[in-house]
């Protein structure tokens, strides 16, 4: 629901023209599907929807769901997947399968209230439907990962004798940044089975790009649609312009003490991206023998091939063995034939991608035989 979050409570509590919304959420994958769990599609009572669930498959089946909760007021779970017994039967093409959480919302009311903390929430819970629980479409966020405030936050959810365990449970998804649904027994009743879907905020991972030039402004450009956190660094005052790129933090700075700074403030870590597109040895070399040495997920430098083979002898001659090098992505991106920075910019982040997904040969799709969705098991 995250990503629906906003849009959701504009309607809800539009000054001029309030509207009910029901929130389709994905709860739970099995097997391949377009899109992950905390995935929410929105349809007001106007009949406008955004967001999209699988890209067309199931959609129509899950905007007639969330016309019926809001005519009914009342939430359901509802399960789609591939029928191979009837072609016209609605699910997901991909083979997969994935159950649904659609939520009724009425405008101006306690559902999905708006928290007067300007802060982005860290976490939404909801409850899902059962026969032991009234159904009262409810969903609370939590803004800060703190105990008091998360206690707070499951009271109007789950009974006092459940509200230990649930919070000890949810605490540990949110810590994690993990997503998922969150199973509590109440305490002297075996038979009440509570579940409390819990969509935790991911950190954006950090994409580092070492040269604010025109391929530097393509490439935060094409990356801004996936959400990275992007930082500009570059120690030419002439180049180092914030307003040169939208979206993403810029920073004077030689990129090695930049990178130094960073690394110590926690700022990078696994799933990090390190690009040097500077052409500068005596900015590139010392950035890339620093980047080398962390723990982040890729690092890459743009140059020609006579320049990378120059580069790895610097490299080599300042103490960066062969293992390092190895990680070293150079010349930057994909064989795609691209010469525009704008072409440039699509093939590194095609090639961040395939490491991301631990592709070490890309193929088209078409000559391939893997799934084109990661498999995730039950939830």
Known sequence: MLDILFA?????????????????????????????????????????????????????????????????????????????????????????????LVQPFLAGGRGLARSASQADPVAVIMPLPSADREHASHAVEVRANDENELLAALEPLVP?????????????????????????????????RLELFVESRVTPAHLVVVGANAFGQALVEAARPLGYRITVCDPRSAFADPAAFPGAEVAQAWP???????????????RSMICILTHDPKIDIPALQFALGLGVGYVGAMGSRRSDRDRRCALRQAGVDDQALERLHSPIGLGLGAQTPAEVAVSILAEILAVQGGQAQILPLSHGTQPLHPSTPGG
């Open 160 to 192: 006092p004798a459940a509200l230990p365990a649930a919070a000890s449970q949810t605490a540990a998804m949110i810590r994690n940044e993990r997503t998922g649904t969150v199973r509590i027994a109440v305490p002297g009743d075996n038979r009440v």
């Open 256 to 270: 090695h003490h930049f990178l130094a700074r960073a690394a110590d403030a926690g700022d990078l870590d696994v």
């Open 8 to 100: 959701a409570q504009q309607r809800l509590f539009d000054l001029d023209n309030p509207r009910d919304v029901a929130v389709a959420t994905i709860v739970a994958v099995q097997g391949s599907a377009p899109r992950p769990v905390g995935t929410s599609m929105l349809v007001d009572s106007t009949g406008a929807v955004q967001g999209s669930l699988s890209g067309g498959c199931v959609e129509g089946a899950v905007f007639e769901a969330c016309q019926d909760a809001l005519a009914s007021g009342e939430p359901a779970v509802h399960a789609f997947g591939y029928s191979d017994e009837d072609a016209f039967a609605v699910g997901l093409m991909c083979g997969g399968a994935i159950e649904v």
